[in-house]
C-alpha cells in the first residue's frame, strides 16, 4: 500500500505543477474504473490471477472412493481487476506530437491477495505525420484493442484470444486512410513460454510481428497478422552448449464490423506453442540421429482458434454473445515424444465456448454486467485401462483417449468507471 500511496501522491503533484504553468506542453488525465466480481462455477476449474482470470475446467480427480474431487462448485468475490492509469500528451516539436499511457491493476501475483500491484502498460508515442514509433509495454500485436470479445470476464476470450503484454518497439505506418502497417520487436514478460524461463533473451532474437490494417475508421475493418519467435532450450537440454532452439510461428486474420446499433468482431488464430499466450500448447522431440547419439529437434505443439463476439448498443440493457473453439492440431512432422516440461495443458485437445451476457448501463459511469458462460474441455492424454501401456499422445502431439468436462459459470459484475 505504500508503494500505492506514493504513486498517487506523485501523480497528484505533477498535475498540480502542470496546472501551474502559463503554457501547458503537456496534458494528463487520469482514467480508470471500481469494480467488484461475483462468480460461481459448477465445477473445479483452472484459474489464474487469484482467480480473476478464469480459463477452462478440470478433468477428472478420483479418491480412494471414485468420487470425482473436481465436481464441485465454488464461489468467489473479486474485486483485484479494478484498475487506475492516466493518458499523457504533449509536447509538440518539429512537428512531432507526443503522448504516453501508464496503467496498473492488482492482478500482480497468483497468492491469496488482491493488493499485489501489476504493470498493464507503460509506453510513449511519438506521431509525426503518417509515421507513430510507440516504445513501452503494450498489448502483444495479437490482442488487437478494437477487434477483441467484449466478454464480461477480465479474460476477453482467453485460450481461443491471445492475452499477452509485452515490452516492445512498435513502428507503424499509413499508407492511406484505409491501410496501414506496423512492424514489432518484442520480448515475453510476465506470462513466458511454459519451460523456457529465459524465453528469447539468450538468443539475442527478439519476436518480430508484421501487422496490416485494412478499412481505416469505416465501418469494417481487417487485420492480418504474422509473427515469429526463436527460443533458447533451457541447459539441462542442451548440456553440450550446441545453442539448441525451437522456432515458432503464429498467424491470425481479425475483423470488425460496427455500425450505429451492432458490433461484431471475430478472428481465426494459428499458432506453434502459444503458452505465453495463456493458452494450451507445449513441445514436441524428434530424435534425428540413435538411441546412442540422438540428435534432438524440437517442434512447438500448435493450436487453432476461432471465436465472434457480437454486441448491440442500446440505451440501457445491452445484450452480447461470445462464442469461440480451440483444437490442438498436431504437428505437420511426426514426433517421438510431448515434453512435460514445456507443457501448459498439453493434455487439453480442445475446448468450446459459449457466453451469453447482459449489461445494464445505470449511469454513464457506472455500469451492471451479467454473464453466462458454458465451458467445455476435451482432457486426454490419460491412461486406456484396455490398454495401460499405449500411447498417450498420437504421432503429431495430439491427446488420445479424450474425455469432455463442462462448467457453469455465472458472473454478475458492478463497474464504476472515471
Known amino acids: 500500500?505504500?508503494?500505492?500511496?506514493?504513486?498517487?501522491?506523485?501523480?497528484?503533484?505533477?498535475?498540480?505543477?502542470?496546472?501551474?504553468?502559463?503554457?501547458?506542453?503537456?496534458?494528463?488525465?487520469?482514467?480508470?474504473?471500481v469494480s467488484l466480481n461475483a462468480g460461481y462455477n459448477s465445477r473445479t476449474s483452472k484459474q489464474v490471477r487469484n482467480n480473476s482470470i478464469y480459463l477452462y475446467p478440470l478433468p477428472q480427480k478420483l479418491n480412494e472412493d471414485e468420487d470425482d474431487l473436481n465436481a464441485r462448485g465454488s464461489f468467489d468475490l473479486g474485486a483485484s481487476h479494478s484498475r487506475f492509469g492516466m493518458h499523457i500528451k504533449g509536447p509538440t516539436f518539429n512537428g512531432i506530437s507526443v503522448s504516453g499511457?501508464?496503467?496498473?491493476?492488482?492482478?500482480?501475483?497468483?497468492?491469496?491477495?488482491?493488493?499485489?500491484?501489476?504493470?498493464?502498460?507503460?509506453?510513449?508515442?511519438?506521431?509525426?505525420?503518417?509515421?507513430?514509433?510507440?516504445?513501452?509495454?503494450?498489448?502483444?500485436?495479437?490482442?488487437?484493442?478494437?477487434?477483441?470479445?467484449?466478454?464480461?470476464?477480465?479474460?476477453?476470450?482467453?485460450?481461443?484470444?491471445?492475452?499477452?503484454?509485452?515490452?516492445?518497439?512498435?513502428?507503424?505506418?499509413?499508407?492511406?486512410?484505409?491501410?496501414?502497417?506496423?512492424?514489432?520487436?518484442?520480448?515475453?514478460n510476465n506470462s513466458r513460454s511454459t519451460g523456457f524461463f529465459a524465453d528469447n533473451n539468450d538468443r539475442g532474437i527478439p519476436e518480430f510481428v508484421l501487422q496490416t490494417g485494412i478499412g481505416g475508421q469505416g465501418a469494417l475493418k481487417v487485420y492480418l497478422t504474422a509473427g515469429y519467435k526463436q527460443l533458447s532450450l533451457p541447459d539441462e537440454y542442451d548440456p553440450h552448449n550446441e545453442k539448441l532452439t525451437m522456432d515458432a510461428f503464429h498467424f491470425q486474420t481479425s475483423l470488425r464490423y460496427k455500425s450505429e446499433k451492432l458490433e461484431y468482431r471475430m478472428a481465426a488464430l494459428y499458432g506453434d506453442n502459444l503458452t505465453e499466450m495463456v493458452m494450451p500448447g507445449g513441445v514436441g522431440r524428434i530424435n534425428r540421429g540413435t538411441e546412442e547419439n540422438p540428435e534432438y529437434e524440437y517442434k512447438g505443439l500448435p493450436v487453432v482458434g476461432l471465436w465472434a463476439?457480437?454486441?448491440?448498443?442500446?440505451?440501457?440493457?445491452?445484450?452480447?454473445?461470445?462464442?469461440?473453439?480451440?483444437?490442438?492440431?498436431g504437428t505437420r512432422e511426426s514426433i517421438d515424444e510431448v515434453l512435460n516440461d514445456f507443457s501448459r495443458d498439453s493434455e487439453i485437445q480442445n475446448i468450446l465456448i459459449v457466453a451469453p451476457r447482459l449489461n445494464y448501463l445505470m449511469h454513464k459511469n457506472l455500469t451492471a454486467s451479467f454473464e453466462y458462460m458454458w465451458t467445455r474441455a476435451g482432457w486426454g492424454a490419460k491412461e486406456d485401462l484396455d490398454n495401460p501401456e499405449g500411447d498417450k499422445y498420437n504421432n503429431h502431439g495430439v491427446p488420445l483417449n479424450v474425455e469432455n468436462f463442462a462448467n457453469h459459470r455465472l458472473l454478475f459484475s458492478i463497474t464504476y468507471s472515471f
Open 1 to 33: 500500500m505504500r508503494l500505492i500511496s506514493t504513486l498517487l501522491i506523485s501523480l497528484f503533484s505533477v498535475s498540480v505543477i502542470v496546472a501551474q504553468e502559463d503554457e501547458k506542453p503537456v496534458e494528463i488525465s487520469f482514467h480508470g474504473f
Open 101 to 188: 499511457l501508464l496503467e496498473a491493476d492488482f492482478l500482480g501475483d497468483d497468492r491469496a491477495s488482491d493488493s499485489d500491484l501489476r504493470l498493464r502498460h507503460a509506453y510513449l508515442s511519438l506521431s509525426y505525420k503518417k509515421f507513430v514509433l510507440t516504445a513501452g509495454q503494450t498489448f502483444h500485436p495479437l490482442h488487437i484493442s478494437d477487434a477483441s470479445p467484449k466478454t464480461v470476464n477480465t479474460v476477453t476470450g482467453i485460450p481461443m484470444h491471445p492475452l499477452s503484454r509485452n515490452p516492445q518497439l512498435r513502428f507503424a505506418w499509413q499508407l492511406t486512410p484505409g491501410f496501414d502497417l506496423s512492424a514489432t520487436l518484442l520480448r515475453q
Open 309 to 329: 463476439d457480437l454486441s448491440t448498443k442500446c440505451d440501457k440493457w445491452s445484450p452480447g454473445l461470445f462464442a469461440g473453439y480451440l483444437e490442438a492440431t
